[in-house]
């Protein structure tokens, strides 16, 4: 039943990657700003012991808490058999504390051998299923908003993009939750051809913080085992939803881990997303053509930083680091959210991740404003963000960029914002963004 999407795609040859950089490249490098998670979980950890030689003064020691991912890095480098080549699979140690960690939540028992690839972040690994899997004309099903490397992850491999909206449910002129935004899934159905091979589903979801629920699973589920297709789960902020909302995953449901290859990112649930760090869990016969692509792109990931990460899913566990992460998230979500509720501006309020979009309709950028040529042809939202980001002094994140093009209309009366940041970041981000009263109808 699955021997087609088993058999792999031809492994691609090497690509020379893009040097050019947009607008939309420059906003986007900002996302990955989010160091603060490694401080501001550490109130209600456990103090951990690191030999020093002058202690330091107890009303600090904590801080030494929050740092345990960067001290292992640091520990790493320093010990030579980290600083040489990995398998290509990824160190044992990372994949033995995956296993240990991931096992409970796929509810089975993980093998760190044949079903855990490590990854050079979330984004490499995805990239290699799709080498693994397309052919020329193979068709990929994405909803949109989606993160926007899909694209030409899933082009260059020869693969062709097909998009089905998720779409607002709830009235837009208002706050609503993430999870009024809806896929149909007649519509998604209507998406589906001879030609496709894989879906992708992303959940927790960048840019809408939506946690898909169980019952929407269960029918992208059905569709995927009707059609016979291969599901990718991005689930890089799985360590990231809020109360009440319950992260599922797809590959737990009935039928469904035989179909399924889920991808995390150890920068997404660590705060390092410079370390590019990730790894994809799925069963032996569906990884295995995504290691062959991953092991001919960059051989082997950098050793020490997955040394550090799997010290960090040693210990997250025993000092509660996922749980404070959320709570130390909640309180940002809620800090950045009470700024555009002052401004009366209409948000989704995300379930998990850590992006709010919000309705920026309202806002009056001045119509003479002197915009860069490159922008007139982009959608308004291209023009709102640059404007916030020049005048106002908060950059967002122009979320059109992550839709096809006939459907970029849904989104240009939108910006999408980010919460990962310092406290301090956000205060001086609010002090600013209330300066856009002036500018709001
Ligand atoms: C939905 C989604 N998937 C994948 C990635 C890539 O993650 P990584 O930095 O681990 O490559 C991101 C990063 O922003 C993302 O938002």
């Known amino acids: 039943m699955f021997s087609r999407f088993l058999r792999p795609a031809r492994v691609s040859s ?58 292992a890095a640091r520990e790493a480098v320093l010990r030579n058999e980290c600083n040489q080549y990995s398998h290509p699979k990824g160190r044992p140690r990372l994949r033995n504390a995956l296993a240990k960690s991931y096992s409970p939540l796929f509810n089975r028992t993980l093998d760190p051998e044949t079903e855990i690839v490590v990854t050079a972040g979330a984004n490499e690994g995805i990239f290699s299923i799709f080498a693994g899997y397309l052919d020329q004309g193979s068709e990929v099903i994405l909803m949109e908003p989606f993160f926007d490397q899909y694209i030409s992850n899933i082009t260059m491999n020869g693969g062709v993009p097909v998009y089905c909206p998720i779409r607002p449910k709830g ?133 020490p930083l997955q040394e550090a990460l799997a010290v960090g899913f040693e210990r997250a566990d025993e000092v509660g680091f996922f749980g404070s992460q959320v709570g130390a998230y909640e309180a940002k979500r809620e800090r950045l959210l009470s700024v555009f509720r002052q401004l009366g501006l209409p948000c989704t309020i995300p379930e998990g991740s850590y992006f709010v979009l919000v309705n920026t309709d309202r806002i009056q950028v001045p119509k003479d404003y002197p915009f860069p040529e490159l922008l007139n042809s982009r959608p308004k939202d291209f023009r709102t963000c640059y404007w916030l980001t020049k005048e106002i002094g908060v950059c967002a994140i122009p979320p059109t960029e992550f839709y096809s093009k006939p459907n970029q209309p849904l989104a240009e009366n939108f910006a999408r914002f980010a919460f990962c940041k310092t406290d301090e970041t956000l205060d001086a981000a609010a002090e600013r963004l209330l300066k856009l009263k002036d500018y709001i109808k």
């Open 14 to 71: 090497a690509f020379s990657p893009s040097s050019s950089r947009s607008l939309t490249g420059t906003l986007a490098a900002t996302r990955q700003s989010n160091s603060v998670f490694i401080r501001s979980f550490a109130v209600n950890a456990p103090r951990m012991t690191t030999s020093v030689l002058i202690p330091r003064a107890e009303r600090v020691a904590h801080f030494e808490q929050d740092d345990f991912v960067i001290e």
């Open 171 to 303: 009235d837009i002129t208002k706050d609503m939750n993430a999870s009024e935004w809806k896929i149909d899934i007649k519509e998604l159905e209507s998406k589906i051809t001879p030609r496709s091979k894989i879906i992708v589903l992303n959940t927790p979801h960048n840019p809408i913080g939506k946690v898909f629920s169980r019952e929407e699973l269960e029918e992208i589920g059905a569709l995927a085992v009707k059609h016979n297709l291969l599901i990718i789960s991005d689930e890089v902020y799985d360590r990231l939803y809020f109360n009440p909302s319950d992260h599922q995953r797809i590959a737990t449901l009935d039928g469904l881990w035989e179909r399924t290859i889920t991808v995390g990112s150890g920068g997404k649930t660590f705060g390092t997303t410079g370390w590019r760090v990730g790894w994809l869990i799925g069963p032996k016969s569906l990884v295995e053509p995504a290691l062959a692509a991953h092991t001919r792109l960059v051989f082997c990931v950098n050793s």
